[in-house]
């Protein structure tokens, strides 16, 4: 006579191949889609060897996502100009960071806001609606498509601080910077790229003076485990 749990294993790998279920639970552990089972491959992720470009946020996000194992990581020597390699690096552009995905055809994606963009709806687990999604991306994109390009800019700075005004105001009001109050690839974002800049850019804004519930925002997310271990640890 057949044991129970194989009839029941068996039953679950049919309603699996008939229906593609995401995932059944079998006395404790699971079993995944057809194609989840065949997806070995790891995600390729090219980025600069040093914490001092972009793929630092990368970096931290996917601690945070706790992923590591899904990556397969390449580092290159900016200063050697390792990147530039098409043998190594495999951005259409030769920049950092990107990645080769392990889809079938390897597909290849970059910009840092794309990249934090897709981790997050693959892997952060939230049960958000496209809605949301939609404002979570639009903090990394204004990021880096207006905020940066105007404080970088002498001409635009001015105009490029008053926007930490209603950052200041909006957390005021709530713990994280999206409406739905969870911390996210949004958060990840702003932290890391204000912090950089308040390092780096002459003149920015003392944010304990000028802005303090920024400065506590910061604070908060800079504790957190996975900063500490990505930004902080490997600096």
């Known amino acids: 006579e057949t044991p129970f749990f194989l009839d029941l294993s ?3 790998v049919v309603l699996i191949t008939r229906f593609g279920f995401q995932s059944v639970d079998l006395v404790g552990g699971a079993i995944g889609t057809r194609r989840d089972l065949a997806r070995c491959k ?13 793929s630092a946020q990368v970096d931290w996000f ?16 900016m200063g050697q100009e390792e990147h530039k390699d098409p043998a190594k690096n495999a951005h259409p552009f030769f920049k950092v960071p ?4 392990d889809d079938k055809n390897e597909t290849v994606i970059f910009e840092s806001a794309n990249i934090l963009g897709y981790l997050a709806k693959r892997f952060d687990g939230f049960d958000l609606s496209e809605e949301q999604r939609r404002e979570m991306e639009s903090w990394t994109i204004w990021l880096n498509a207006s905020f940066i390009p105007a404080v970088v800019n002498e001409k635009t700075r001015e105009r490029g601080y008053e926007s930490l005004d209603i950052l200041e105001n909006i957390l005021k ?14 958060d990840v974002a702003v932290t890391y790229l204000l912090s950089s800049l308040a390092r780096l850019l002459p003149g920015f804004p003392n944010f304990e003076e000028s802005h303090p519930a920024l400065a ?3 604070a ?12 902080v640890a490997q600096a």
Do not use: G, H, P
């Open 42 to 54: 790891l995600i390729t992720y090219y980025r600069a060897s040093t914490n001092r470009s972009r």
């Open 220 to 231: 908060k997310n800079q504790a957190r485990e996975a900063y500490q271990k990505t930004l």
């Open 216 to 218: 506590a925002y910061l």
């Open 62 to 77: 996917i601690a945070e996502l706790d992923i590591e194992d899904k990556i397969k990581y390449v580092k290159m020597d």
């Open 98 to 101: 990107c990645m080769k995905l």
């Open 10 to 12: 068996i039953v679950c």
């Open 173 to 186: 009001t709530r713990d994280f910077i999206c409406t739905f109050n969870k911390f996210s690839v949004a």
